[in-house]
């Protein structure tokens, strides 16, 4: 199967914790004013890659913490990105995802069932769209404030939201 990417970073610092492989994908449907990542919306741009030919690129990068799945919005390709999470939980690597959709929009949606199957194997999503009015320099790793910062494992296993504690260096690598 293949993947829309509009590229990569091999290391990162600045997208999740640690040294990260940033993922940014192609296409996005929520075109959030004040977006940075405005090139990445057409889903017809970019460039079309296997996904195993990522997953080795992934794997072949020395020195990272985990990976970190940008865009556009990498749950509007979510059946690759499922096929993508999927190969790279196998290796036991850190998943990060960042999606302008809400965790409860993808789990009650009928028209997200592909995003909701993703979701079992990335640690953490980072969900809601960016709001320009509500910018902040002070959220970790998110840029507006209505982002959250969700431990899908511990979310999973209550059955409600578990938000990640900013104050502590578990950042669920």
């Known amino acids: 199967m293949k993947i829309q990417i509009a590229g990569y970073e091999r290391h990162s610092s600045v997208n999740g914790p640690g040294v990260r492989f940033v993922l940014f994908t192609q296409g996005c449907p929520h075109h959030c004013p004040g977006c940075q990542n405005q090139d990445t ?18 794997l072949s990068t020395k020195y990272i ?7 556009g919005d990498p749950l509007y390709q979510a059946e690759a990105i499922h096929i993508l999470c999927k190969e790279l939980k196998q290796k036991n690597i850190n998943i990060w995802c960042y999606t302008g959709w809400t965790y409860e929009a993808i789990q009650s949606s009928p028209d997200l069932v592909a995003a909701k199957e993703a979701l079992d194997d990335i640690d953490v999503l980072v969900d809601g769209p960016f709001v320009l009015s509500l910018l902040s320099k002070d959220c970790i790793y998110r840029g507006s404030s209505n982002q959250r910062l969700i431990d899908l494992k511990k979310s999973k296993e209550k059955g409600s939201v578990i938000l990640m504690d900013e ?4 950042y669920g690598l």
Do not use: A, P, Y
């Not at 919306?41 to 992934?58: A, K």
């Not at 913490?65 to 865009?71: A, C, E, I, K």
């Not at 104050?167 to 578990?170: H, V």
């Open 65 to 71: 913490d985990g990976v970190t799945l940008s865009g």
């Open 41 to 58: 919306w057409d889903r017809n741009l970019g460039e079309s890659m296997e996904i195993e030919e990522l997953v080795s690129l992934i």
């Open 167 to 170: 104050n502590s260096l578990d």
